[in-house]
């Protein structure tokens, strides 16, 4: 127990350290000039969430479809639109985090 906590904290101490070094050299790199990397993932995210809104309207298309288009289900159809917009926001912010935290690491 105690050799695999020395370990472990020899492993995050090693890792930090590594990661900070080349957080020196890298963080100006990849703010100024902004790398393909994060470019990639940014349109990786960006056609991932076309593609959730595409899904959210051939989904409400078909609710109009089969229910009719009353007060009822735009109320319902507005309210996933907001699902939505609510649940891209926290992935976008999801992405940015990963991609700081890909930072530390490279
Ligand atoms: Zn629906």
Same mark, same amino acid.
Do not use: C
């Given at each position: 127990?105690?050799?695999?906590?020395?370990?472990?904290?020899? *492993?995050?101490?090693?890792?930090?350290?590594?990661?900070?070094?080349?957080?020196? @050299?890298?963080?100006?790199?990849?703010?100024?000039?902004?790398?393909?990397?994060? +470019?990639?993932?940014?349109?990786?995210?960006?056609?991932? /969430? $076309? /593609?959730?809104?595409?899904?959210?309207?051939?989904?409400?298309?078909?609710?109009?479809? /089969?229910? @009719?288009?009353?007060? +009822?289900?735009?109320?319902?159809?507005?309210?996933?639109?907001?699902?939505? $917009?609510?649940?891209?926001?926290?992935?976008?912010? @999801?992405?940015?985090? *990963?991609?700081?935290?890909?930072?530390?690491?490279?």
């Amino acid at each position: 127990m105690m050799n695999w906590n020395v370990k472990a904290l020899k *492993r995050v101490i090693g890792s930090t350290l590594l990661g900070s070094t080349m957080l020196v @050299g890298f963080a100006s790199v990849a703010t100024a000039q902004n790398p393909y990397w994060y +470019d990639r993932d940014n349109r990786q995210l960006k056609r991932h /969430q $076309k /593609q959730e809104k595409r899904d959210l309207k051939l989904h409400q298309r078909l609710e109009r479809e /089969q229910f @009719g288009n009353n007060a +009822d289900l735009r109320r319902h159809q507005k309210e996933e639109m907001r699902e939505l $917009k609510r649940h891209q926001k926290h992935e976008k912010r @999801g992405y940015n985090w *990963r991609d700081n935290d890909r930072r530390w690491r490279y």
